[in-house]
């Protein structure tokens, strides 16, 4: 069976602090797929980035990175200099093979307040 | 291009009535699914299908049933309403088994 845990429930910044948030993941499936989501206050869920099993690169979008590292299977997501507008519930979620393939396995999310 | 379209967008059931939440995605879309998020539990898969004519059961399936008699069409039933089907649900829809999905704005539900 697939897991992902989001062990922070909250976490709470000032504007321009950077914050990281974790994702650890349980599959015994070697190939598989990460993916982040946002839900802003409004509640639409909004899609941030996949990575499949295979790409460890990190990767960096704008003030967004997300370091995947299979060997401590983490997938965590940075945001540099934080906005108000980061504010959300952010979700990390898998897709992995199987029986369980297609079917995206949701952590438990993370809501981030930033202050102004 | 609307994406995913969910209705109704708020409703409040009575114990005991029955309602029906439609799915609509104009993406061509061969999967779709049904979802419930609950605060501190992420988001359930309730029932999934991988086609038009097919269907089939997620993690939380009890008290739900589903259709999917058109491809773009995807709905969610509750036959008999209960107070802990009180949740915020989402369709979503996807190209393949292994893309990110694309979800419809939700519906918020409330059983009284």
């Known amino acids: 069976a697939q897991k992902v845990t989001q062990a922070q429930t909250e976490i709470s910044v000032v504007e321009k602090e950077d914050v990281t948030l974790d994702c650890v993941y349980e599959?015994?499936?070697?190939?598989?797929?990460l993916f982040w989501y946002k839900q802003p206050p409004s509640g639409e869920l909004v899609f941030l980035i996949r990575r499949n099993s295979f790409d460890e690169q990190n990767e960096i979008s704008g003030r967004y990175s997300w370091n995947f590292q299979k060997s401590t299977s983490s997938f965590n997501f940075t945001i540099t200099a934080s906005q108000v507008v980061d504010s959300a519930v952010y979700f990390c979620?898998?897709?992995?093979?199987?029986?369980?393939?297609?079917?995206?396995?949701f952590g438990q999310g993370t809501i981030l307040t930033v202050h102004p | 291009n609307a994406g995913v379209t969910q209705t109704p967008k708020f409703r409040v059931l009575k114990t005991g009535q029955s309602m029906t939440l439609l799915c609509a995605q104009d993406m061509n879309h061969e999967y779709m699914y049904w979802y419930r998020q609950d605060p501190g539990m992420g988001l359930r898969l309730i029932h999934y299908?991988?086609?038009?004519?097919?269907?089939a059961k997620g993690e939380v399936p009890d008290g739900y049933n589903v259709s999917r008699l058109k491809k773009q069409n995807f709905l969610l039933g509750l036959e008999s309403a209960a107070p802990s089907q009180t949740s915020v649900y989402f369709c979503?829809?996807?190209?393949?088994?292994?893309?990110?999905?694309?979800f419809g704005s939700g519906t918020r539900l409330t059983v009284v």
């Open positions: 299908s991988v086609g038009e004519g097919t269907t």
């Open positions: 599959t015994r499936d070697t190939t598989y797929y």
């Open positions: 979620a898998l897709i992995a093979g199987g029986t369980s393939y297609g079917k995206l396995t």
């Open positions: 979503a829809s996807s190209r393949g088994q292994t893309n990110g999905y694309t």
